[in-house]
């Protein structure tokens, strides 16, 4: 398996570099992490994203604390508290304590290490998988960012397109920008142009027209958290897109691995939605470009009910039309080691 040695995360033996996701495509800038406060930081400012990626961070930031002599059930809490709906996070850290607990800081760094090559490994196990489903000459559509940038160097939904690329399948990708970080703008468009993958941009509010008009057979998204029955909770906008595709008769597919599924909960509805400041919305970057008084909403996440999801693919194959039983056959092996 040939994985791209695109990265937002490098191990550098005393510290984590983090590339600054804010910045790209215009800048490439690596943030310096030596504590976990450091790794809190990068992931609640959003300069890592995307939930796998999120997990290894948050795997590194256990590293880091054992090589300080931190405390490590107080710097595991921080770490899970850093972005509250992405369980990945929240995976990752307890994998690193369960595994890892009473061993000397290297053997922290060294499961860290590992957990992030075997997940490029799942990713591409995933792309593969979900990449079978497509048909020749096909147009797709995704959202937001689910490419190397996301993962530990491959790609989910994304991934999928990539596999479906180098198999000669793909005609085109539809982008959505991803408002309000424009990951789909900024990230997505600039993974697909490092590999001359023909793409479109399409603005959030016209996404559901394109569809109609461009006929896409898939629309492709990640996951930041499954629940038990198959609801899940994506990038914000994934639930408008699901109800338009199953309107125009457009398939829908979720591509994450299996440890996003969260069989604690039941439904959807118990998924915590995180906010972020209405700052977000309210201004572009420095520039305001609403009413100084104005007042926002901004939920970064939604729920899409699994009954509008086709296709759930994972790093252990398809499951079409997922459910809680067909859920529950993947739950094996589940819990880490």
């Known amino acids: 398996m040939a994985v791209t040695l695109l990265t937002p995360l490098r191990w550098m ?8 996701q804010r910045l790209l495509p215009a800048e490439q800038h690596w943030i310096r992490c030596e504590s976990v406060a450091d790794v809190v930081q990068v992931i609640a400012d ?7 990626a999120i997990g290894l961070a948050g795997a590194y930031g256990m590293a880091l604390a054992a090589l300080r002599g931190d405390d490590m059930g107080e710097q595991s809490q921080r770490l899970v508290a850093a972005r509250p709906t992405a369980v990945h996070l929240a995976w990752a850290v307890k994998a690193m304590c369960e595994r890892c607990a009473g061993q000397a800081a290297a053997g922290w760094v060294q499961y860290a290490e590992q957990m992030h090559a075997e997940d490029a490994q799942l990713n591409f196990a995933m ?3 979900g990449a079978q489903l497509l048909s020749s000459g096909v147009r797709v559509m995704t959202h937001c960012n689910t490419g190397a940038l996301a993962t530990g160097g491959w790609g989910t939904a994304l991934g999928v397109i990539r596999v479906a690329h180098k198999a000669g399948k793909l005609q085109e990708v539809l982008a959505g920008e991803t ?4 990951q789909g703008a900024r990230l997505t468009a600039w993974e697909l142009e490092q590999e001359k993958i023909p793409y479109r941009l399409v603005a959030d509010g016209a996404m559901a027209w394109a569809m109609r008009e461009l006929r896409p057979e898939w629309v492709i998204v ?8 198959g609801d899940t909770a994506n990038k914000i906008g994934t639930f408008s ?8 008769g457009v398939k829908f597919m979720v591509v994450a691995p299996k440890a996003t599924i969260d069989f604690e909960l039941h439904s959807g ?14 201004r572009l970057g420095a520039q305001r470009v609403a009413p100084e008084a104005a007042q926002a909403w901004n939920p970064v996440f939604d729920v899409t009910p699994a009954n509008l999801i086709d296709a759930l693919v994972t790093e252990a194959g398809v499951v079409m039309q997922p459910d809680a039983q067909k859920l529950q056959a993947l739950s094996p092996g589940m819990q880490p080691a």
């Open 241 to 248: 897109l699901a109800v338009a595709a199953r309107a125009l």
């Open 222 to 229: 990640g996951a930041d958290r499954i629940a038990a029955n």
């Open 46 to 52: 959003m300069a890592v994203r995307g939930a796998p």
């Open 179 to 182: 408002r309000p970080w424009l």
């Open 269 to 282: 509805a118990d998924i915590p939605i995180e906010e972020r400041p209405g700052v977000e919305l309210t």
């Open 127 to 129: 792309a593969s998988h």
């Open 13 to 20: 033996g005393d510290h984590l570099a983090v590339l600054d």
